[in-house]
């Protein structure tokens, strides 16, 4: 038995997660396919990266399906359904309601808890609504943002998340203001300001008995690290099999594509609707570049049409990755969108990850666990879109650093 699972609905969300946990103290490592109970030996927390955010409800569902047998073999306390402190959905793309009610069905926790805010992302729920501070430092209320408000894929026009929630079908949430007492059982949503509001929500949950569905951000693993630190501490890790920077930047924020165009010091190909479908050319530019030891940012640009849904996109986006890899082992490998990050990752066949050390604000450097040398210890740098300052790829380019 393993104390809690963790299913990130995209690749850099549960390497924060990851981070989280493991910050705390907790043994954990971040799968990229279900894995066996002999391999979580010894782990407090199981991590397992999907790519739910991007997929209709029932492709989400069969996601589930298949992962079930893996998790239920683990017989977790907690399962904590880690998705986007901004909680962008909808009823046909990453449905959180969708996803939530299947785990519930096959879970049957005793208490199922929303968990609103994280205050160190300048992510705030107060009285059910939910505010989120954008890259000018002005915190707005969600769907009064400028970036999620008008989010490409899943624009956020309601911040009441219980009626947000409700419109994907996991209602009858019930309110915890921060001077409120839950009732129990749990089945309830609840604000979070700040950090006193993390360590409130866990001496409310600590004590619970019997199985616990918890549904946010990583905030849900400060709650649960707060009531239960942990004593492990990171192995030491080799060096990375080479010194070369790769960065891919695949996210349609325009928070990234501002961090793109600030980008220097790098190599920068913008991937055109052609590349994806005759891709030599790219390769091989990125592969010379590579060969020289300069840094390469490429980036697709969302001004253009690439005909196609966001997932086929991140797919192609990471066939064409991979393939750049494959043929220029890379050291360092940043990914900003986490739908295309999960898809890189599985195409590169990365097996699991662990978490080395906090990079930025949402961000870790992690170690790629491979069974192939060239990639085994790769270091990875995953971001969100809505992630990182100005001057974020420089950062990556000079190899990081808490700031």
């Excluded at 409310?204 to 009531?227: K, N």
Aim: hydrophobic share 40%; with cysteine.
């Amino acid at each position: 038995m393993v104390r809690a699972v963790f299913i990130g609905d995209d690749f850099t969300g549960a390497s924060d997660t990851l981070a989280t946990f493991a910050s705390a103290g907790w043994r954990t490592r971040l799968f990229l396919r279900p894995p066996a109970p002999a391999e979580c030996e010894g782990l407090d927390a199981v991590g397992i990266a999907t790519a739910l955010r991007a997929l209709s409800p029932e492709a989400a569902l069969q996601v589930i399906a298949d992962l079930w047998p893996a998790i239920a073999a683990l017989d977790p306390q907690s399962i904590h359904y880690k998705v986007c402190s901004t909680f962008d959905s909808s009823p046909t793309i990453g449905s959180i309601g969708a996803v939530t009610n299947d785990l519930a069905r096959r879970f049957s926790p005793e208490h199922l808890a929303v968990i609103g805010g994280q205050p160190n992302l300048g992510r705030h729920c107060i009285y059910g609504n939910l505010f989120a501070r954008a890259a000018d430092g002005v915190t707005y209320r969600i769907d009064r943002h400028p970036v999620m408000a008008q989010h490409p894929v899943t624009p956020m026009t309601e911040s009441d998340l219980r009626l947000l929630l409700a419109a994907q079908g996991l209602d009858d949430l019930a309110l915890v203001t921060r001077d409120g007492t839950p009732s129990l059982p749990l089945r309830a949503l609840f604000d979070v300001l700040d950090g006193d509001d993390i360590t409130r929500i866990a001496r409310e949950i600590s004590p619970l008995s019997g199985r616990r569905l918890l549904i946010g951000a990583s905030s849900v693993a400060q709650v649960l690290t707060a009531a239960t630190p942990g004593s492990g501490t990171p192995e030491p890790a080799a060096p990375p099999p080479n010194r070369r920077v790769l960065v891919f930047a695949g996210s349609r924020s325009s928070v990234t594509r501002a961090q793109v165009e600030a980008a220097d010091g790098f190599s920068k190909i913008r991937i055109l609707p052609s590349d994806l479908a005759n891709s030599w050319q790219t390769i091989a530019t990125a592969a010379a570049a590579l060969a020289s030891d300069t840094p390469v940012l490429l980036h697709t640009d969302p001004e253009l049409d690439y005909n196609m849904s966001p997932d086929h996109l991140a797919l192609a986006s990471g066939e064409l990755l991979a393939k750049i890899v494959t043929t220029s082992p890379v050291g360092w490998l940043g990914i900003a969108g986490g739908d295309t990050s999960s898809r890189i990752c599985g195409l590169l066949g990365f097996t699991a990850i662990d978490y080395l050390e906090a990079f930025s604000p949402g961000v870790g450097l992690c170690r790629a666990r491979h069974d192939t040398p060239d990639l085994d210890g790769m270091r990875l740098i995953l971001k969100g879109g809505q992630m990182g300052s100005p001057d974020y790829f420089g950062w990556v380019r000079e190899g990081g650093g808490v700031r």
